[in-house]
C-alpha cells in the first residue's frame, strides 16, 4: 500500500465546503440517526470489536481501554446525543463595534475546516471525535490506534452510511489507512489539513508536537498525582489510592503518582497495602522506601528513578514520592 492520500486530504476539503451549507438541525438529525444505527448494529460493533481484542493479550493494560460492550455502547450513543441537543457553536456572534465611518464588524465563530484527530486504541474516540466535528461544523479525518482498527472501520462504515442517506459528502468522516507513514502524511499536510489534534499519552502528544507542520492543538497528557497531607485520614485515603490506582489502569486518569507528607511515612504501608492485591508496582523514593521495605511485596518495590516521576504508565504501577510540606507537593 502506497503512503499517497493526498486525494484523501482534497476530498475532506470538498466535503468541509459542502459541510458549510448544511443547517445546524439537519447536523442535529445526523447525529441522533448515527446514535440509533450505533445502537440498532451493536452486534456488528462487537463483533468486529471482539476481532481486535483477539489480537491483544487480556493481560496487556490496554485491553480494557480497548474493549467495547453493549453498555459501554450506550452509554456512547447516550453521549451523542447530548451532543446533538447542545446549542449550535456555529454562526455566534463573539464580538461587535462600529467603527467611526458606520461600518459595522463582528466577529463569528466558524469551523476550522478539516481537523486531523490522532489518537490510540480506544474505539470509543470515533464516535466522540465525529459528534463533536460535526456538531461544530468540521469535517474530521481519524487516525486511529492499529489495535482498534477493525472496530473502528466497523464505526466508520455505521457513520458513512448514516451521512450518505442524509446527503451528506460521506469523505466528512475519513479514517486513514492502518499504517503509520499516514499518520506523518497527515501531520505535514499543510494547505489540506487545518488542524491537528492528538489525544492520548504524553509520548503520542510530544511525537504530534515534534513532527506536526499543521497548526495542533494540544491535549493534556495524564499525570496524575494524590496527595496524602500531614492530616489525612488513612481510611478515606487508603481507598481513594486503590480506587485511583486500580479501577481501570489504561485510562488517563488513573493514579500515577502518590505524594506523601514526611510525618505520614509510618502509615504509607497501611495506605499501601491494598494494592499488592492486584500486584501494582511501586516505584518509591528513598524514605517511601524505607517505610515500604519488608512491609509491602519485595517483588513489587523498586527504588525511584528520575524517569518515574511525571511517567503516565497505563499499568499496574505507581511512583511515590515524600515531602516535608503542602507547598512541596504543589511545587512537584
Excluded at 25 to 50: F, G, P
Excluded at 173 to 201: C, E, M, W
Excluded at 260 to 280: F, G, Q, T, Y
Amino acid at each position: 500500500m502506497t503512503a499517497d492520500v493526498s486525494h484523501i486530504f482534497e476530498n475532506a476539503r470538498v466535503a468541509a465546503r459542502k459541510l458549510n451549507l448544511v443547517d445546524t438541525e439537519t447536523i442535529d438529525k445526523i447525529l441522533l440517526a448515527v446514535a440509533d444505527e450505533a445502537e440498532k448494529e451493536v452486534d456488528y460493533i462487537l463483533q468486529e470489536n471482539c476481532r481486535d481484542l483477539a489480537l491483544m493479550p487480556k493481560t496487556d493494560p490496554k485491553y480494557d481501554r480497548l474493549m467495547l460492550s453493549r453498555e459501554r455502547i450506550l452509554g456512547i450513543t447516550s453521549d451523542m446525543r447530548k451532543v446533538a441537543g447542545l446549542p449550535s457553536p456555529l454562526g455566534r456572534i463573539l464580538a461587535s463595534f462600529d467603527r467611526p465611518n458606520g461600518m459595522r464588524i463582528e466577529k463569528v465563530s466558524v469551523p476550522f475546516g478539516v481537523i486531523g484527530i490522532i489518537y490510540e486504541a480506544r474505539p470509543n474516540v470515533t464516535f466522540d471525535v465525529f459528534s463533536l466535528c460535526l456538531k461544530s461544523g468540521n469535517v474530521c479525518i481519524l487516525k486511529g490506534g492499529s489495535d482498534a482498527q477493525y472496530s473502528n472501520n466497523a464505526i466508520i462504515n455505521i457513520i458513512n452510511k448514516v451521512l450518505i442517506s442524509y446527503g451528506i459528502n460521506s469523505n466528512t468522516a475519513t479514517l486513514l489507512p492502518n499504517d503509520h507513514r499516514f499518520t506523518d502524511k497527515l501531520l505535514t499536510a499543510v494547505g489540506q489539513v487545518d488542524l491537528i489534534i492528538p489525544r492520548g499519552s504524553s509520548r503520542l502528544i510530544n511525537y504530534v508536537r515534534e513532527h506536526a507542520l499543521v497548526p495542533v492543538i494540544e491535549t493534556g497528557a495524564g499525570i496524575c498525582h494524590t496527595y496524602f497531607d500531614s492530616d489525612g485520614d488513612l481510611e478515606k485515603g487508603r481507598n481513594i489510592v486503590f480506587n485511583a490506582k486500580t479501577r481501570r489502569v489504561s485510562v488517563c486518569n488513573a493514579l500515577d503518582c502518590l505524594i506523601i507528607h514526611k510525618e505520614r511515612l509510618s502509615d504509607l504501608a497501611s495506605l499501601c497495602k491494598p494494592l499488592s492485591e492486584k500486584n501494582v508496582l511501586i516505584y518509591a523514593d528513598p524514605k517511601a522506601y524505607g517505610a515500604l521495605a519488608g512491609k509491602y511485596p519485595e517483588s513489587l518495590l523498586q527504588p525511584a528513578t528520575d524517569d518515574s516521576f511525571g511517567t503516565e504508565f497505563l499499568d499496574y504501577k505507581m511512583a511515590v514520592k515524600t515531602v516535608d510540606s503542602f507547598e512541596e507537593a504543589l511545587a512537584h
